[in-house]
């Protein structure tokens, strides 16, 4: 199975009511870990790269990496840009060969979002690529956004739908009371917009701000087409927290082996994304 576009990968989820994980890679071997532990699950994976790993690794070495790692691998895949509110990146990342892009234009007023939306899409289609669109701030995702969410102020949903058709963006990311990073408490999530948007639209739902959220809140929001589900800091900590044991002991040890961290910090992503599949429902889709 090649690498294939984001609406072949959040079509079926949505139909069948399963998630499909979106993982925040970050570097050569947290892409290598998320694919490997799709392929182990038998499942779809959507990698996402946030424009700071853009700039940081630089698109055309993780687009070689991508294509180097993809080439030849069993399972669906795709590769989507994270919340981008600059075109220049959008358009770089576009030709290089990413395969979507959530244009996050929440920022600017609603009509402008609107505007620019539309000209990303056309845009995007000109390379067979797709679009998430975003109208409400989500919260932060590596410096880019907001932590301005809560329940005033937010739009209603015949205004997220007409956007939605108006666009003819491909997912939707709609602000339900979810936010990035880990939460302070237990969120209250409003499962009603999701359904009312998909029903009304068709297009499926991107759930930002899955790291925290409990087993049956996904189960809850997939059963109503969240087709799409967002992890970065989730990988993020296991990462971390995956090198600092090998380090404590490399150090306790005075043995300094790169190699085997990175054997033994590969592992643990692949667990964790072997452990995303089989939350969301996405395991064993890919026969
Ligand atoms: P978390 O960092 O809460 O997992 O959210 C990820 C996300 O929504 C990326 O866009």
């Known amino acids: 199975m090649p690498v294939v576009s984001l609406t072949e990968i959040v079509g079926p989820a949505a139909q069948q009511r399963y998630g499909v994980p979106a993982v ?15 392929v182990e699950a038998r499942s779809p994976v959507i990698v996402q790269t946030s424009v700071k790993t853009v700039k940081s690794i630089g698109s055309e070495v ?11 691998i069993e399972v669906p895949v795709t590769l989507h840009l994270d919340h981008c509110p600059d075109r220049a990146v959008i358009s770089e990342c576009l030709q290089r060969g990413w395969n979507s892009v959530l244009f996050d234009a929440h920022e600017l007023t609603l009509e402008e979002n609107q505007r620019q939306t539309v000209e990303v899409v056309a845009e995007a289609r000109g390379y067979g690529a797709h679009v998430e669109g975003e109208i409400e701030g989500i919260g932060v995702e590596d410096g880019v956004g907001s932590e301005a969410v809560g329940p005033d102020g937010r739009l209603a949903v015949e205004r ?3 956007f939605v058709r108006a666009t003819g963006v491909d997912v939707f990311a709609p602000a339900i009371g979810n936010a990035h990073g880990q939460y302070a408490s237990a969120p209250t999530l409003e499962g009603d917009k999701v359904t009312a ?41 296991a990462y971390m927290r995956s090198n600092l044991a090998f380090l404590k002991d490399a150090e306790a040890k005075g043995k300094w082996d790169p190699p085997s ?18 939350t969301f429902g996405s395991a064993g889709k890919a026969a």
Request: proline share 1%; hydrophobic share 45%.
């Open 160 to 162: 997220q739908v007409e």
């Open 62 to 72: 993780l687009f070689s990496l991508w294509t180097a790692m993809t080439r030849g």
């Open 261 to 278: 961290l990175f054997t033994a910090v590969r592992a643990d992503v692949v667990a964790f994304t072997k452990g995303l599949c089989e």
């Open 24 to 38: 925040n890679v970050l570097n050569d071997l947290t892409l290598e870990g998320v694919l490997a532990g799709a």
């Open 197 to 237: 948007i998909v029903e009304a639209t068709g297009v499926p739902v991107a759930l930002h701000g899955g790291t925290g959220l409990s087993t049956e809140q996904f189960g809850d929001l997939i059963a109503r087409g969240c087709a799409k589900v967002n992890i970065s800091t989730g990988l993020k900590e």
